[in-house]
């Protein structure tokens, strides 16, 4: 087998600036050093960085090839952040650690890590459409925003003229053959009950760890038959309902977005009994992997005594258990216009315990605002049951098709010129930044589209290589067809 490098892959431009932005740390909320390698890059290319805001914003911009002046102006638009996946026994520091690429085949994917080809390679595609010399091209805007992916942040933040372009190319879709002219809205629930340990004697710890779940991410995959590792652990406390036991901590999940693959649980039960316990739990655990089988192959339960004695009293651990037990995860409802779409869902997201308190957090998507809103209520109802404060982020609208639109008809004629087949123009539970950019201006026309990436949010993730360079033609056909709009 020949060993290939990322620059070698067609189109070379791509690929190159893409393991470029894989050295780069970008973790949500941590774009310091991709905003910095941006203003660098800019610089070493002549491309001008015609703004920022306070919020970390970037736009760049390039004036029109000769002859081409009269042509609208087209913004391409992606995020700088990705979400940073990894699997346990992967040692990585994703605040300063490069990603480790591997090509495998018609894939690329990174070494035990989520590869942030949503959205670098969109990152990729816009900086290849500035840098680009042989390219014929109205004016163009590329746009890159922050933290797109723990709150759409960048988004909410970008006030109206910020960007000039009446056409919006988003590129942070994930599927060659589609376009994306409507996405969902969605909004996050935080639950927090402050908390304090107690020490309980004649009692002995269970260390109860979940791992090798798909994952995956909470709009796209939400409707598909994984499992989520907080229902798995919780379910096997519901086994010792009537068993006395005291919930040390409890942490699974890390970002909103992401089906939680990992679990863990440490417990306190009493030292009379023991063994009876352990055999409930074995047979729980092998009973849940063989059901389990069929969906989530790679499924790993482990039940490990340890040595704690600190507990939370049993007021507080039927409260937890209780919530999380009666928290939806997973499609609440289905569009009725359009068949397999989900319309609302929740994700049952991350659980984390602190020394002060548990906190909990559930992200909602919904196409329908009055759903979204309904959702949400009953999580706050859930929560104040057992005694949690309750905060809801902010939500964020979702975008509405416009399938007659001039662009998006532009978009799909060249798309198709390109595949030489049928494209279709999709609505997706998935949240875009789309929904945020078309409410500054209601002239603003967009579309959205990008390479096919698998198992996004997850160390699973990866590419394909053909879809990049299909896109990339499909991209330079839309910068060099913007005469057609005037």
């Known amino acids: 087998m020949i060993k290939r490098e990322l620059e070698q892959l067609e189109p070379k431009n791509i690929w190159s600036i893409f393991k470029d932005i894989t050295k780069v740390p970008r973790a949500s909320k941590k774009e310091e050093k991709i905003r910095k390698w941006i ?3 800019a610089e070493k290319n002549n491309v001008t960085i015609l703004k920022e805001d306070s919020a970390g914003n970037i736009l760049l911009t390039k004036e029109a090839t000769k002859d081409c002046e009269k042509y609208p102006t087209l913004v391409i638009q992606a995020h700088m952040d990705m979400v940073c996946q990894k699997e346990p026994e992967t040692k990585i520091d994703f605040d300063n650690d490069p990603l480790e690429l591997v090509i495998d085949d018609k894939i690329v994917k990174a070494k035990g890590t989520s590869l942030g080809a949503d959205n670098g390679i969109g990152m990729a595609f816009g900086l290849a459409a500035l840098s680009s010399d042989n390219l014929l091209h109205g004016p163009l805007e590329v746009l890159f925003t922050v933290d797109e992916e723990t709150g759409l942040t960048g988004a909410f933040a970008i006030k109206s003229g910020f960007f000039s372009g009446k056409y919006l190319l988003n590129v942070d879709s994930e599927s060659v053959g589609t376009i994306t002219i409507s996405s969902a809205g969605g909004g996050g629930t935080d639950f927090d009950l402050p908390i304090k340990f107690e020490k309980y004697n004649k009692m002995k710890g269970i260390l109860l760890k979940i791992s090798g ?7 796209v995959d939400i409707d598909l038959p994984r499992l989520n590792a907080i229902k798995i652990g919780i379910d096997a406390l519901i086994q010792l309902q009537q068993i006395e036991f005291y919930l040390n901590k409890m942490n699974a999940g890390t970002v909103h977005n992401a089906i939680p693959r990992d679990c863990e649980i440490e417990f306190l039960v009493p030292e009379k009994g ?11 655990k092998e009973q849940t992997i063989k059901i389990g089988r069929k969906t989530e192959p790679n499924l790993k339960i482990e039940i490990i005594e ?5 507990g939370l009293p049993q007021t507080i651990t ?20 359009i068949p397999g779409l989900v ?3 929740n994700n049952l997201a991350v659980v984390k315990t602190t020394n002060e308190k548990i906190h909990i957090h559930v992200s909602t998507r919904s196409s329908v605002e009055e759903e979204l809103q309904t959702a949400r209520e009953v999580l706050k109802t859930l929560g104040e049951k057992y005694s949690f404060k309750i905060t809801f982020d902010e939500a964020y609208p979702g975008w509405k098709p416009d399938p007659n639109s001039s662009f998006i008809l532009m ?8 595949v030489e087949k049928k494209v279709e123009l999709q609505a997706i539970h998935g949240g875009l930044e789309c929904g945020l950019f078309s409410a500054l201006d209601s002239e603003l026309q967009i579309a959205s589209i990008g390479p096919n990436i698998k198992n996004a949010h997850s160390p699973d993730e990866y590419v394909e290589i053909e879809s990049v360079n299909i896109l990339w033609n499909i991209i330079k056909k839309v910068i060099e067809n913007m005469g057609t709009l005037v």
């Open 39 to 41: 203003k660098n890059w």
């Open 318 to 337: 039927n409260s937890v258990v209780s919530l999380l037990n009666e928290i939806f995860h997973g499609p609440i409802s289905f569009s009725k216009e």
């Open 306 to 310: 340890s040595l704690t004695n600190d």
């Open 411 to 418: 978009v799909k004629k060249l798309y198709e010129e390109v």
């Open 343 to 345: 319309q609302t869902s």
């Open 213 to 219: 779940l798909q994952g995956g991410h909470s709009g």
């Open 274 to 284: 023991f063994k009876k316990i352990k055999k409930i739990l074995t047979a729980w």
